[in-house]
């Protein structure tokens, strides 16, 4: 049976995502041959991963009857973006809880979040996780059924969605009869990643799955990911197993800390939309691919490899970014 195929599902994505050769990048750095998964198109209010996992997360929201959905990010939150897109899609309201105080001027995600009609509550001082649980009472006692999807979408459910992409980017490599050694991610909230995890265990699939994490280090990420794959696997029904090594996260890239663009976001960003016209943005895939362009330099991927880069979207944060990136 498909991976995934019992759980309930509505269409958002545009898929199958494209999986293009970084030709030219390649050649420059005389490899290794580098591949993308093109998630930045998913289609969804200017793409990106959040709309895999939305397809799983709003067809749950559906079958428990909500006519909200309410979730939390910083002010440029592409997943909050994402979910105010999928929420409109499906007739639900969406109501976003966002970190800090109203910038005033609202330019990139937050933008889209306002034309895409979601309710933004700024959480001030407040630690994101109370204010999530204030905003959900107060819209309970407004009348409304809540559905609450946590930090990135990172749940069992959300992380389907990086399962069944596993499936989608294997009958793709099988097609072009290519064989990756790695596929090279940006790891926020750790869903994607641990999707990723469950889906090439249950698949056999044979090259490793590498995070860049964007957010936290490993001792944070690390234990996250090792429950977040497990639980994902155990709610799909898929008997699989891990071990420490299925777990290679890199924590070396954090810079400035999240969100923060630095010079090796800026290179990276600026490099492959030269080599490549491919726009990468200034939170993540700047700064995994910084990361992978390091360990290439470091020898840790090397010329007669295959490493699948996956885009994971972002890019409308990049004009928030624009004095940065000059
Ligand atoms: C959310 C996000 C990620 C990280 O995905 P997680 O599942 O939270 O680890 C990566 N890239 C982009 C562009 C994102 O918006």
Redesign the pocket.
Known sequence: MELGSDVRRVRIAFLPTPVVEMRRLSEELGGPRILVKR??QTGLATG???AR?LEFLIADALDQGADTVLTVGGPQ???AR?TAAAAAMYGLRSVLVLSGSDPGEWNGNLLLDDLLGAKVRWAGDTPLDEALTAAAKEEEKAGHRVYVIP????TPV??TG?VVAMAELKSQLDELELQVDAGV???????????MLVGAKALGFPGQIV?IS??ADRSTMVPILKELAPSTAEFLGLDVAFDDGDFVLYDDYLGQGYGVLGAPEREAIRRVARSEAILL?P???GR?MAGLLDLIGKGVFHAGQTVLFW?????S?LFEYAEGLT
């Open positions: 998630d930045d990106g991963n959040k996992k939150s592409n997943h994402q930090l990135g979408g990172s959300g992380a990086y991610l940006p790891t926020g909230s750790g869903g994607t990643q641990a999707g995070g964007v957010f943005d939170v993540y895939t995994a885009h994971t979207g972002g890019t944060a």
